[in-house]
Every structure is written in structure tokens, then in C-alpha cells.
T-cell receptor, first 115, second 112 residues
Framework: DTAVSQTPKYLVTQMGNDKSIKCEQNLGHDTMYWYKQDSKKFLKIMFSYNNKELIINETVPNRFSPKSPDKAHLNLHINSLELGDSAVYFC??????????????FGPGTRLLVL | GEDVEQSLFLSVREGDSSVINCTYTDSSSTYLYWYKQEPGAGLQLLTYIFSNMDMKQDQRLTVLLNKKDKHLSLRIADTQTGDSAIYFCAEYPQTGANNLFFGTGTRLTVIP
């Protein structure tokens, strides 16, 4: 069974559109994350959620908004898509916030292409 | 922010050992990780090491940690073509935000 799943796997859309990427984990973890991997393979944290509360938010444009209906899901909604948003977006989860000894498990990634 | 550096490319012949190096900046990092990303795939955790350890071995993988120099390495013995991938080291700093900081990734190419 897939531990961390993301949908869709691929997303091609026009500039200016609004889109959502969904993430679900069946591990019973308390914390979920969104990372962005650009074309040069650099991975950067975007958000993390713990028990439905946003606990970090790096310098991400407010066009990006994470939404967590319950602790097993963390969706990423993007408004007014721009060309520079093209990237691979990875969802991850970890058991809690005990600090590093809790391994993060990654989803397969969503490849977003904005035309 | 944190700075985690890696060489971008490494090529080895099948059967040889591969050594992938990483330097990090936060000396208070408690855990350091190695992740593998195969083409078109997600990130797979390979191994991790706690900061009070110098070495950790797991089958063909050996992780060495030099905390004084803030240097981490991953050695893959008897490298196979299936090991071709991008390898990311990541640190979990004690200070600051509760997330992993990833290196730039090292693309390992195994030549048959």
C-alpha cells in the first residue's frame, strides 16, 4: 500500500489558471510537508502542517495556499499560475515534531508544467 | 538559511566503489540523511546517521560523519547500474524551522 500518495502525477496548465495538488498519507503521521524541486533539482521546503496548524511558511508567494482537511491530507492550492511555478512538487510526512529523528517519507511527486 | 553542498556529478564503473560527499553548515544538526531519487521518481530514504555517530554501515552503504569538519559521505560498495540516480544529503538543524534542508544533489552515473 502506498504510504504517501499525490494526485495528479502530471499537471499541464495555462498561465493564470488555478490548480490544486492533493496529498494523502496513511501512516498516521502528525506532520506533513510540501517541497518544491526546480529544474536544477534543488529541493526547498514550502510548508509544513502539524495537527492542522501551519507551523512554517518559507518565502512562498501567497498565491500558494496549503489546505489540510484532516491530518491525513495536505493539499496545495495555487492561484494565478505563473511560468516560474513549473517544477516538481513533493509531499512528505513524518510522525511528529520531535526534531529530526523522525524520518520524512516522500510522495512520488507532481510534475507541474505551466505554459 | 542552511547551506548544504554537494558535487553535482560523479561517474564510476560498475563494480567499483562510489563515494558521494556532502558538507553542511549547522553544527547542531542532530540527524543527517541520504535520499535517492531515480529518474522520474520520488525521493527514497536510503539511510541516516545520528550526530553522535562517526560511521554507520548498512549492507553496501557506509555513511561517514566528520562532525568537526561538518562533512558527510556516502560510500556505495560494488556499485551497480541500478544505483544510477541523484543522491541528496539533508540535514535537520537543531535551530530554526522544523524541516529538512537538502543539498544540491549528486548525479551518479554507473558505466557498465
Amino acid at each position: 500500500d502506498t504510504a504517501v500518495s499525490q494526485t495528479p502525477k502530471y499537471l499541464v496548465t495555462q498561465m493564470g489558471n488555478d490548480k490544486s495538488i492533493k496529498c494523502e498519507q496513511n501512516l498516521g503521521h502528525d506532520t506533513m510537508y510540501w517541497y518544491k524541486q526546480d529544474s536544477k533539482k534543488f529541493l526547498k521546503i514550502m510548508f509544513s502542517y502539524n495537527n492542522k496548524e501551519l507551523i512554517i511558511n518559507e518565502t512562498v508567494p501567497n498565491r500558494f495556499s496549503p489546505k489540510s482537511p484532516d491530518k491525513a491530507h495536505l493539499n496545495l492550492h495555487i492561484n494565478s499560475l505563473e511560468l516560474g511555478d513549473s517544477a516538481v512538487y513533493f509531499c512528505a510526512s513524518s510522525p511528529g515534531l520531535a526534531g529530526g529523528q523522525e524520518t520524512q517519507y516522500f510522495g512520488p511527486g507532481t510534475r507541474l508544467l505551466v505554459l | 538559511g542552511e547551506d548544504v553542498e554537494q558535487s553535482l556529478f560523479l561517474s564510476v564503473r560498475e563494480g567499483d566503489s562510489s563515494v558521494i560527499n556532502c558538507t553542511y553548515t549547522d553544527s547542531s544538526s542532530t540527524y543527517l540523511y541520504w535520499y535517492k531519487q531515480e529518474p522520474g521518481a520520488g525521493l527514497q530514504l536510503l539511510t541516516y546517521i545520528f550526530s553522535n555517530m562517526d560511521m554507520k554501515q548498512d549492507q553496501r552503504l557506509t555513511v561517514l560523519l566528520n562532525k568537526k569538519d561538518k562533512h558527510l559521505s556516502l560510500r556505495i560498495a560494488d556499485t551497480q547500474t541500478g544505483d544510477s540516480a541523484i543522491y541528496f544529503c539533508a540535514e535537520y538543524p537543531q535551530t530554526g524551522a522544523n524541516n529538512l534542508f537538502f543539498g544540491t544533489g549528486t548525479r551518479l552515473t554507473v558505466i557498465p
